[in-house]
């Protein structure tokens, strides 16, 4: 507070007079009530409370009055300031609640609205087969193994002993990459991975090799160009027929359930001998209802081949040491599920729609 003022200006006291004082109360009180927003209300603050507004300067001047004045005069001017101050602070009150009542509006969420939700994505059954399997031979202590999906043709035909007049070398099982000659086929079967694997490691050797392989069947109900095997190769010593059933029987009774087992059919492939169909135990009813629709009441479902490396094939991968013997089998993917899960269509295993997926459990 400043002393008296002894050179006593009429000019600035003016500011005292009630008449001033009221206008500025009078300008403010409406300048609070037209502020449409909080906003808007704050920046009216520093004409109307600040330190230069007329109600601040005016109160600076009462330190300069006669002390007889003051008292009056600082009634007048806290007064004058009061009514601005709790104008203020009512406005303020009020735009808070529009504000609010506009927020609650404007951010409102329906929660009946329907949405449409984005469906999470999930492993397709081969992979998840393809994968159960793998685990299968990996807990027995075997490694996987790949090959390319564009082989050799000799890899893929002449080193596992199917000569040049072998059917499955005929235009209508293969695809064939161009150039007419260039040597290179698609793979018909995940085979060649045995003769890779051969070439590329010494025995023992304990391989599955799951992968894609390509005939040129037409895409049909139960056909399609594109599917999928594995292939399991065993090369050691003394290896024998009997390490094969008991190899099937364990995978089996993993995949399928406790008890199930394989039985082998007498067959023909140019790459083992002797050689085998294998048939699993029917895992839908064990061979106990003649009118099952998976096993067709044989109790016996087909689902590849097997044998005992054929001698040749173990030469032709630089193989020669007697003391090895080894056995290999090849099973179909798409088969496996059609069978193990009633697929009617294998449109519906290429097709790639999620509520296919679904069905099979969203495992990612
Ligand atoms: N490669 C054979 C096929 O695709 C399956 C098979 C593999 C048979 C290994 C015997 C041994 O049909």
């Not at 090369?235 to 039985?263: C, N, P, Q």
């Not at 699993?280 to 096993?295: F, H, V």
Request: net charge negative; proline share 5%; with cysteine.
């Amino acid at each position: 507070m400043s002393g008296p003022n002894t050179s006593y200006d009429p000019v600035e006291v003016a500011a005292l007079e009630p008449e001033a004082i009221e206008q500025a109360v009078t300008a403010a009180l409406a300048a609070v009530a037209a502020a449409a927003s909080l906003e808007e209300l704050k920046s009216l603050r520093g004409a109307h409370q600040g330190d230069k507004s007329p109600l601040a300067l005016a109160n600076r001047e009462i330190g300069a009055l006669p002390p007889s004045a003051k008292a009056e005069a600082g009634k007048r001017v806290g007064q004058a300031r009061g009514r601005v101050a709790s104008a203020f602070t009512a406005r303020q009150g009020e735009l808070e609640v529009e504000r609010d009542n506009r927020i609650l509006v404007e951010e409102a969420l329906d929660v009946t609205v329907p949405v449409t939700r984005r469906r999470s994505g999930a492993r397709h059954p081969i992979s998840l087969v393809t994968q159960r399997v793998e685990d299968i031979f990996v807990a027995m202590g075997w490694e996987i193994a790949e090959g390319p999906e564009v082989e050799a043709e000799w890899l893929n035909f002449d080193a596992l002993n199917l000569g040049q007049d072998h059917p499955a070398r005929q235009m209508q099982d293969t695809f064939f990459v161009e150039p007419e000659g260039s040597g290179l086929v698609l793979r018909t079967h995940t085979s060649p991975v045995q003769i890779r694997t051969m070439l590329r490691e010494d025995p023992p050797i304990y391989v599955l090799c799951p992968g894609k392989v390509f005939r040129t069947d037409d895409l049909d109900a139960t056909h399609t160009p594109v599917f999928h095997q594995f292939e399991g190769l065993v090369v050691d010593e003394g290896i024998t027929m009997a390490h094969l059933k008991g190899s099937l029987d364990a995978f089996v009774s993993r995949l399928f359930g406790e008890g199930i087992v394989t039985r082998l059919r007498p067959s023909y492939f140019p790459f083992t001998e002797p050689s085998a169909e294998i048939d699993c135990q029917c895992w839908i009813c064990g061979g106990t209802n003649p009118s099952c629709r998976t096993c067709g009441g044989t109790g016996w479902i087909e689902v590849g081949g097997c044998g005992m490396v054929n001698r040749r094939v173990l030469a032709a991968a630089g193989i020669t040491d007697e003391k090895y013997t080894g056995f290999a089998f090849g099973l179909g993917i798409e088969r496996s599920l059609m069978l193990r899960h009633g697929v009617g269509d294998m449109h519906d295993i290429v097709e790639g729609d999620v509520r296919f997926s679904a069905q099979f459990g969203m495992e990612i």
